[in-house]
């Protein structure tokens, strides 16, 4: 299938070639038949992209900063490689879709195949959108104005924050798309409006439906307002414009009356004056997006819905109400399209948007898309027949792409699939590091004698699951931490395994590291019992972030301290007997993320994990500290070591915790054979012990491995 993207490093707006998503648990797949082209949202992006690195700086002076901040802990070549990294991912365009149900996922029962919805998905002929961003179209609407729907709750949602009665004026800023749906809306809500903008056709096509408008190109706004309200001022006045000025929010706020109100859905800038404010308690407010439920997780991609008692109008509701308007004739939004488009012809919209003059471009899809085709070969000359060693990854994510991935290829490891859910990031990841095969049925890897080995870089609710099919298949494993995030799911993997004749690897790469490396060798042979203090200064992840979610990431204690359980048991060179867990708080959550885990080992030793997430970003962001005969090792975020009591007085680096070896290590298994870089006892012993402190937490107690 093909689907429209946006380079950010080179500026270029690309119909890319990508195999077909799957239909995932509790989405649609849509097979589409129009999309509209949001020209404000979409010329941002298209311009930031266009933009030379010193302007990219400027749109963004907040990621400067931590850019700096990430530069006095990790370096500045790490950081500049993350930097040109992140700018190297391009962003698929379009959030207006309109086409065919094609696939149900499990937990939907609202939609069948062949049901017309509108629906955010991207500029693509398939996607697979969540349940509650997918509406029903009625019969009597056609896909060209069904694809009007999400930016139609877009204008919805900011006039239910403004909240106007019958009667009142409201005043709308700005007559581009959104501008002039928001205009009709009001008016079906029984409003007087207002509309501005210095565009003269988009002023004389408001008037055609009863706005009084206005070019603002020569007259003086706030006047034109109060002359029209009797000097009173208007009750409401909704941005919809794009602009950096901060004339915008002073000119909105003087032509309001007292108390009036204020609703920003464009963007503008907001150097705001107290004063106009203040003498008039002016209520200001930003709209987001769609409605109630945006960038909620549990609303959007676990399907939960909100009471219709306690929230009337979520983003869903807002898209079935704009379809209703579009259906009754309320909102009439064919004289909003100006132009469509076949979607192989996508360049006459994207080639000179900042000259355009179009309201809304829709694209027109072929219809012929092969929905079965899940695998695109990036490079068909490749043979891996007979081969040893060939790889097949599950997961494009941003790990895999800026740290797996980068090592592999410098270790020409023969990779034949990359896997992604969606299909972009494995193609664009496949096309930049050699790999064979992009597709977006992990099977196909898992079902191909050719593959020796899969690595598994999903979230870490899917480890298990992948991990088991994997070794059922016949492959060797290797999986990024955690293993599992339950005893349950670790009982199923050791029966596979030990059903199996292959090796299971995960990722705890600090081990590998030639800090840890040296450390071990310091310490010889036979150090008998140690200590050891291990401190992670994690730094703070917003609380909606997947990761803290116990179902889908396990919290950070599972899913990210269980590196240095680990490491802690390659120094001590043991097995952990009991572990105890204590976290900040009174009464801490399982999903804390500022706790001390205490461990006992069977051979005496014991460690001490500080996993701390309220620390400052310029303090390094991992400490060892190991204590053992009179003699000390500290280890300093894996740039520099130092030895107390030793002939030897340190190392130091460049910062590298260990993955380049790991993945060489495994590398040199899988084509020669022979044991796992990590003995297995010890993965399930990490892995139970991560599981185990979470219990300990909740138990307040110590618990037995």
Sequence with gaps: MKQII?????????????????????????????????????????????????????????????VLDKMKTDGIKPTLEAVFRKLGEPLPLGYCNAGEVIGVGSGVDEFQIGDRVASNGNHAEIVSVPKNLVAKIPDNISYDKASFTVIGAIALQGIRLLNPTFGETVVVTGLGLIGLVTTQLLIANGCKVIGLDFDKSKVELAKTWGVEAYDTSGINPVHVAMESTSNIGVDGVIITASTKSDKVISQAANMCRKRGKIVLVGVIGLNIQRSDFYEKELSFQVSCSYGPGRYDEEYEQKGNDYPIAYVRWTEKRNFKAVLEAISSKKLDVQPLISELVDLENFDKIYGDMNNSKSIASILKYPGDVNITQTVVSTDSSRDFEGQNGVLGIIGAGNYTKAMILPHLKKLNADIKYIASASGLSGTLAAKKNNIANSTTDYKEILNDKDVDAVMITTRHNLHANQVIEALNSGKHVFVEKPLALTYAELDRIDEAYKKSNKT???????????????????????????????????????????????????????????????????????????????????????????????????????????????????????????????????????????????????????????QRTQFKLFLERIKKGGNAIIPYEEIINTSKASIAAIESLKTRSWINI
């Design 504 to 658: 299971i690897t995960v990722g705890f790469n600090r081990r590998f590291s030639p800090f840890a490396q040296d450390a071990k060798k310091q310490l010889g042979e036979n150090p008998g019992m140690i200590n050891v203090i291990a401190t992670m200064n994690a730094g703070y992840i917003p609380p909606e972030v997947w990761v803290h979610d116990m179902e889908t990431g396990g919290g950070r204690i599972i899913g990210e301290a269980c590196h240095l359980i680990d490491l802690i048991t390659f120094f001590t060179g043991s097995l952990i007997e009991s572990i105890a867990m204590n976290s900040l708080g009174t009464n801490p959550k399982e999903n804390t993320d500022n706790a001390t885990i205490l461990l006992k080992y069977a051979n005496g030793s014991q460690g001490v994990i500080n996993y701390f997430s309220n620390g400052s970003k310029s303090y390094s962001k991992e400490r060892i500290e190991i204590y053992s005969q009179n003699r000390t090792i500290v280890i300093d975020n894996f740039r520099k070591s130092k030895y107390f009591g030793f002939k030897s007085k340190g190392i130091k680096s460049g910062q590298d915790k260990g």
């Design 6 to 66: 946006q380079d950010l490093k080179s500026g270029k707006t690309i119909l890319e070639e990508l195999p077909a998503p799957q239909v995932k648990a509790g989405q649609v797949l849509i097979k589409t038949h129009r999309s509209l082209v949001s020209l404000g949202t979409e010329k941002m992006l298209v311009n930031f992209g266009k933009a030379n690195f010193i302007d990219k700086a400027r749109q963004q002076p907040e990621k400067v900063k931590m």
